[in-house]
């Protein structure tokens, strides 16, 4: 052990090891600086901001964590939180569906035309949110919109798209719009790296496109539907651009308390109420987080 | 493709900083008013430090909505060469308010003078936003504006803002379309408009009176009107009471018989369809502040000769009673680097050139002089079949009834009128209910302010 060759070897082997992990972090350290800069930054400074409370008499003074329970009995938190958590489980479903359903067309190689199909169902992704609302609130005027000139072309009334009960799903009908060729791409990428000699050893077993759709599609998408339920989860809990655009042409079907998110953006910007504007927006990114991670789980679960 | 716990937990790490972007911009502030405090009130800056900071020159910016104040900055500019003006629109009334708000709480680009309504001047005021102007001399000014709106950029016995215009009501009316329907004189008072609301409406359903879908600054100025004060302030003590207050409750009152009859047009004010509304005869009038000339001339240009405008209908018979609807100020920014300057500016915009200039372009003044000219009370507008509509206006700017006030957060409170009063509006509740309802939220908002609220 205490050989001369060995002790000569050991402080060398040190220093080298010291060297390799320092260059490990010279590697991430770009990507470490904008994760601190961007990610944890703002996170701390919510945080920090949410123990704090600002009036207009008296200034700002540590409230501890005051602002949670406050919001945790906010029964306007509540309301905007349950509204999405219903979009969540209604629009989702429908719009991956969809989407599902449009992948397996297009990947089934029956349909004509379906490199142009592909490129207009996924068109209304490349159309920013607040346009694409803008464009459907002229269709849903039953005033002086498309509603209306059906109604008057046709002779009918139809139900006004944008009254209290019947505006969320509007705006669901916005968003599944928007987002089903943006799913349609994920998973039509996913069946196309499906080994095709699967495909050739189905069809020699005999098995017809619904036995392959069920035993070799479905399956090898699996994953790929548990990124696009991710991301659906993340962009309904976060919904925002629909409602604030919307509340222009219906002011009293949508409230100010209208998602969480708008919540968070009229606390802070017309209340002033910064502080608990940031309490609001941690417990939602906090939810958000553990309903992805469960969606996460399971999904992986059913996989092995 | 299976996914990695690891790769999980950073994909809900990630929602969760996506959350947090909603407050992001919000929150990149919380200083906690740091603002330079650096004027003191004893100082007193005479003419001639005015006249030398603007021979000295120096850059202003002025965030502003108001259609006129282009034309004053190019005068201005070509009057003070040295001195460059740098006219932004940050949005109208609320949406400036917000970026300004947002500009203060960061300290960083806040402009040197901005354009506030009188009522959310009150809200700057407490913030310490704005300037005093007392400093500047502004108080000799007193008699040069019309009363309600000096009374309206006072406060705590400083002077915050310099009036620019001013809004007392009047009743703006197609008369092409009333005539269509038989109406023949306009509705001198609220019980004739209602029957002539009902009237238009029952022989022409695709026809209403007016828009309304639930307008704070409106259903304020109506209460204002019916002789109601729900609103008292003193200092940082306030009281808000709809549901005891007489006027409140004869505005609730009438204004229930046209939701109840789907007799308004279910169109917001300022929305393209309304607009379009006017345009096609679809909205036949509208009671609304002395500014609206210009924005009727622009954006319905096909009334040009239809319209009409007659005294805002009374309450009582052949009474002669209005309130103020908008109206604004141009206030010094506490942030500003160059108060003296940008105190000239203001000077030169609503009293000196500037307020005839603006005058000229369709703006309503606010000061006595040209409010009083004859000039300005004989001018006639084609667009208003020659009528002279500025003997109408200057008349309702006298009659306006005194003793109103708004609360000193009444930003906030009118961005939550919908949420509350609003409802009525979809049948959720009545009137009289959502005003209530609009009552308490802003109570609790004013407590939890640390107001003291009686």
Known sequence: MASPPLDLARPRRRAGRRRGSLAGWKFVSPFMALFALVFLAPIGYSIYLSLYKTQLIGGTHFVGLQNYSDALKDSQFWTSFSRVALFLVIQVPIMLGLALFLALAIDSGRLYGAAFFRISVFMPYAVPAVVATLMWSFMYGTQFGLVRDIDKHFGVTLPDPLSPHLILASIG????????????????????????????????????????????????????????????????????????ILKHLAPNAITTYYTPNYYAYSLSFDGQQFNYSATVAIIMGVVTMIIAYAVQLRGIRKAV | ??????????????????????????????????????????????????????????????????????????????????????????????????????????????????????????????????????????????????????????????????????????????????????????????????????????????????????DAGFTTSMIWQAGGKPYSVSGTTVGVNFAGDAGTQKFATAWQQLIDGHDLSPVSAWSDAWYQGMAAGKIASLTIGAW??????????????????????????????????????????????????????????????????????????????????????????????????????????????????????????????????GKAYIGGSSLADGLKAWQDASIKYGKDQGFTVK
């Not at chain 2, 950073?10 to 008013?33: I, M």
């Not at chain 2, 402009?111 to 102007?133: C, G, M, R, W």
């Not at chain 2, 004739?192 to 409406?201: C, G, Q, V, W």
């Not at chain 2, 703006?363 to 300005?376: E, H, I, M, Y």
């Open chain 1, 173 to 244: 009908n916005i968003v599944t719009w928007e987002w089903v060729g943006y799913n349609m791409l994920i998973l039509y990428s996913a069946l196309r790296v499906v080994n095709p000699s699967l495909y050739e050893a189905a069809a020699i077993e005999g098995a017809g496109q619904w036995r392959i759709i069920w035993s070799i599609k479905l399956p090898a998408l699996r994953p790929a539907i548990v990124i696009a339920t991710i991301f659906s989860i993340i962009g309904s809990f976060q919904l925002f651009n629909e409602p604030s």
């Open chain 2, 1 to 214: 493709m299976t996914i990695t716990r690891r790769r999980g937990v950073l994909l809900g790490a990630s929602a969760l900083a996506v959350a947090l972007a909603a407050t992001a911009c919000g929150s990149s502030s919380s200083g906690g008013g740091k603002s330079s405090s650096g004027s003191s009130q004893a100082a007193s800056v005479s003419d001639a430090d005015l006249q030398a900071a603007l021979s000295a020159g120096g850059n202003l910016t002025v965030w502003a909505w108001e259609p006129t104040l282009k034309k004053v900055v190019a005068d201005f500019q070509t009057k003070y060469p040295k001195v460059h003006v740098n006219l932004v629109n940050a949005g109208t009334g609320n949406d400036e308010y917000k970026a300004l708000q947002n500009a203060v709480q960061a300290g960083k680009g806040v402009p040197d003078v901005a354009h506030i309504e009188y009522y959310a001047l009150p809200q700057f005021e407490l913030t310490k936003s704005v300037v005093n102007l007392d400093q500047f001399g502004a108080a000799a000014l007193n008699g040069t504006f019309t009363p309600g709106p000096w009374n309206s950029v006072q406060a705590d016995g400083g002077v915050y803002g310099l009036p620019m215009d001013s809004g007392p009501m009047a009743l703006f009316y197609n008369q092409t379309v009333f005539t269509k329907f038989g109406i023949t004189t306009p509705p001198a008072t609220w019980d004739e408009y209602i029957a002539d609301a009902k009237k238009i409406h029952a022989a022409d359903p695709s026809v209403y009176i007016t828009n309304d879908t639930g």
């Open chain 2, 292 to 421: 609206m000339p210009s924005s009727l001339e622009s954006g319905v240009k096909s009334g040009s000769g239809q319209w009409r405008v007659a005294p805002m209908p009374q309450w009582t018979a052949g009474g002669k009673v209005t309130s103020e609807n908008g109206g604004s100020s141009l206030a010094v920014m506490k942030a500003s680097t160059n108060q003296k300057l940008a105190y000239a500016f203001l000077k030169y915009a609503t009293v000196d050139e500037g307020a005839q200039t603006r005058v000229d372009n369709g703006a309503f003044p606010a000061t006595v002089k040209q409010l009083n000219s004859p000039d300005f009370l004989n001018k006639t507008d084609p667009y208003f079949g020659d009528q002279k509509i500025n003997q109408v206006l200057a008349q309702s700017a006298s009659e306006v009834a005194p003793g109103w006030s708004y609360l000193p957060f009444q930003v906030y409170a009118n961005s939550i009128f919908n949420d509350t009063a």
